[in-house]
């Protein structure tokens, strides 16, 4: 009876504080375009397997939670889980969906009639030199630390905490961006079409990005004063010294967002140890092999030898 | 006006304005006149508070005032208020906000008729009507006690982006409410205007107080 109850008592922290039908509307399209692709490749004979398709999921319901849920008024009322919604939502979910390589197999998942829109949208001759730009590595490094930068100018935050239309761009901001930026960084090169970005700028954006927010979270740890007056003045969520809060959130910004430019570092090597020939990967149309991760690393050692 | 002669917006022979040009001074004209009135606006006066203009949306509630009556924000309309949200046992933050307040508001002399202090208990439980009666007008005749159920309450507190949380109650039943600490001020149309707070000096209050009346 114990464990019925505690699970009863905390579905009501499993409705959303305020309801936003776009971030439902989104993610649920997102899961039924995955899941669509997935049973379409399956019935092809092609199966992703377990880790793939669990850690693409896994970031899409992290994005959903962390807006959607009791947790959103949490982050609007403390700032360390402000910081934490941040790292969600720029960079462990968007880093889990995109290292789970689900282009392909969203592309699957678009309904026939629509294929050719998608195609055709990616070449339209306003889409293509914005297309162009954004990726670039270094203007989508800059564009990921900026953002960071941007939201945490304390005059910005103050606006971004108090107008509800602000803090949802920002959240937003923060989302799309992270998405973006991880698939530049993370998918395979010849998964990439003709803007592929190499891997040698990729490593030089992620050690810098790295930094630039590592100096940001030390800032913030180690500045005395109270640089985010808004959660005194909108009252915390709970009884927490406005320092210690300051200070966890600056950690939260420090630490782990460096770790993660690390790991992305270390799944940049990988690529480019193994996906070396552009035939290889989960690039263009999918086939059988290419779709297999395990096909890939066979593949490996041959790209590896010719190099 | 033959399209060829005009030059620059004149006739290129006998250089008087044509009617190309008529227009695009015409519509220069209208652009200086509508930057002039821009900056008029601009040229309001500053605040010393803090500004809290277009970010938090207008007045608008339903809850029970402290003679009993269910009150609306069009009730205040015409006032400029000052929203303020604590409980009557509040041990120092609220009493000390409000008396600031309560300073702010005597140095404005005859115009302290035209604000309002809204005070909106996050403890409907403990504070009645008659409670908030006493405890607001301790303070002066303009401040009114405010209270609703817990489900207005939490809707107001989404609106205005304030969170209060009741900690668990003592060995005597006694217990604190965490909430915000702002002061929102709202001018006469409702408009989320200013922030304040127990830290503000009252005579900046009193200023800035002053200025929003004159303002409108």
């Known amino acids: ?307 | 006006m033959d399209v060829r002669t005009d030059v620059g917006g004149r006739d290129w022979r006998t250089g008087a304005r044509t009617s190309r040009g008529r227009s695009l001074l015409g519509a220069l004209m209208l652009a200086a006149a509508a930057l002039a009135a821009l900056a008029g606006c601009a040229r309001q006066p500053a605040f010393k508070l803090q500004s809290i203009n277009g970010l938090l949306p207008a007045l608008k509630f339903n809850l029970t005032d402290d003679d009993g009556r269910p009150v609306t924000a069009q009730d205040y309309r015409g006032d400029v208020v000052l929203l303020y949200f604590g409980y009557t046992h509040c041990p120092d933050v609220c009493p000390a906000t409000l008396a600031m307040l309560s300073q702010a508001l005597k140095g404005l002399g005859a115009s302290a008729s035209k604000v309002r202090v809204l005070f909106v208990s996050v403890d409907p439980q403990r504070d009645t009507t008659a409670l908030l009666k006493r405890y607001a007008g301790y303070f002066g005749p303009q401040f009114i006690g405010l209270r609703g159920d817990d489900d207005t309450l939490t809707r107001l507190a989404k609106r205005y982006r304030i969170s209060y949380h009741r900690d668990p109650p003592d060995q005597y039943g006694n217990y604190a409410v965490e909430h915000s600490s702002a002061v929102f001020v709202f001018d006469q149309k409702g408009r989320a205007r200013l922030l304040t707070g127990e830290s503000d000096p009252p005579a900046t209050v009193t200023q800035d107080l002053s200025r929003l009346i004159a303002s409108n």
């Not at chain 1, 670039?136 to 304390?154: K, M, R, S, T």
């Not at chain 1, 320092?243 to 430019?261: F, H, K, N, Y």
Request: glycine content about 8%; some cysteine; charged content about 10%.
């Open chain 1, 1 to 307: 009876m114990g464990l019925a109850t505690s699970i009863a008592s905390f579905i009501p922290y499993l409705a959303p504080w305020e309801f936003s039908p776009t971030v439902a509307l989104v993610c649920a399209a997102t899961a039924a375009l995955y899941i669509r692709g997935l049973a379409a490749l399956r019935q092809r004979g092609v199966r992703a397997g377990f880790w793939r398709p669990f850690s693409f999921l896994l970031g899409l319901v992290l994005i959903y939670g962390s807006l959607q849920t009791y947790f959103d008024f949490l982050s609007q009322h403390m700032f360390w889980v402000h910081r934490l919604q941040h790292l969600v939502l720029h960079h462990l979910a968007p880093f889990l969906m995109i290292v789970a390589a689900p282009g392909p197999i969203l592309r699957q998942g678009i309904p026939a009639a629509w294929r050719g829109a998608e195609q055709g949208l990616w070449h339209r001759s306003a889409v293509r030199p914005v297309l162009k730009l954004l990726q670039n590595p270094w203007v989508a490094g800059f564009l990921f630390v900026g953002l960071v930068y941007f939201w945490l100018i304390p005059a910005i935050h103050f606006g971004a905490m108090l107008d509800a239309d602000r803090y949802r761009l920002m959240n937003w901001s923060m989302a799309v961006d992270g998405v973006f930026f991880w698939w530049l960084m993370l998918t395979p090169r010849s998964a990439q079409g003709a803007a592929a970005v190499a891997y040698g700028p990729r490593l030089t954006v992620l050690v810098v990005t790295g930094f630039l927010q590592l100096f940001l979270g030390a800032f913030i740890v180690m500045d005395k004063g109270i640089l985010y007056g808004v959660y005194g003045i909108c009252g915390r969520a709970w009884a927490i010294s406005p320092l210690v809060d300051q200070q966890v959130g600056g950690c939260l910004t420090w630490i782990p967002p460096a770790m993660m430019s690390l790991l992305g570092v270390l799944v940049v090597i990988h690529h480019a140890l193994h996906d070396s020939e552009p035939s290889t990967a989960l690039a263009g149309p999918v086939t059988a092999p290419a779709m297999m991760p395990a096909a890939v690393r066979a593949a490996a050692p041959a790209a590896v030898a010719a190099q």
